[in-house]
């Protein structure tokens, strides 16, 4: 009996040796690697299969495809860490109230994955991306008539946005793809 369990305790120390040594990175996403001693590394890990220390360095996936920033009714806002936003209301030059529904495309810039984790975290959504959408669309929304942007000007709207976002995003490592604005329609306030 004494020696079977033995055994199987060293199954499970050799198993927690061998899966804390390989990090396996998918294709689309890199991992980024937080060293007990060093800290967060520069190096970031490519897709493949790659060692790092185990117990000593922990392994963190990224994701570098694009990402889509739906801003819907579908939205959950409970989830605080998913990609994307309730319905974000605004007002327009001409003083109405308007509710905007969209997508955003965003993506990660590979090399700058580690300043990413190490100075905002895992929560990047929360703490950078939501806000500064919600703020940006608000402010060019308040340049326009919902006339213009409802129809005439949507594609100017679109481009605004996406130059005020990259403005903001890009020193953050966060590139913006596109703006691409689904529905605009009054607000029911």
């Known amino acids: 009996m004494a020696d079977s369990l033995d055994k199987l305790m060293y199954t499970f120390v050799m198993e927690d040796v061998i899966k804390g040594l390989f990090i396996y990175v998918p294709p689309g996403y890199v991992a980024c ?8 590394l520069r190096k970031v890990l490519t897709p493949g299969l790659h060692l790092k220390i185990p117990f000593w360095q922990k392994a963190k996936l990224f994701n570098t ?3 889509e920033y739906s801003i819907s009714r579908q939205f959950n806002p409970e989830n605080v860490r998913g990609l994307g936003d309730q319905p974000i209301s605004a ?3 001409d003083g109405r109230r308007i ?7 965003l993506r990660l810039d590979m090399n700058q994955i580690p300043t990413i984790w190490q100075n905002i ?7 950078i991306v939501r806000p ?29 946005t996406k130059n005020e976002l990259e403005r903001i995003f890009f020193p953050r490592g966060i590139f913006v793809e596109n703006v691409l604005l689904s529905e605009i329609s009054s607000s029911r306030e």
């Open 121 to 127: 975290g895992e929560d990047f959504v929360a703490k």
């Open 99 to 105: 509710v905007i529904e969209g997508t955003i495309l």
């Open 132 to 160: 500064t959408i919600q703020s940006r669309l608000r402010m060019i929304a308040s340049r326009y008539s919902q006339a213009d942007i409802s129809s005439s000007r949507r594609d100017a709207v679109e481009i605004e």
């Open 91 to 93: 007002q327009s030059v």
């Open 33 to 40: 690697v937080y060293d007990l001693g060093r800290g967060v």
């Open 65 to 67: 495809q694009t990402l």
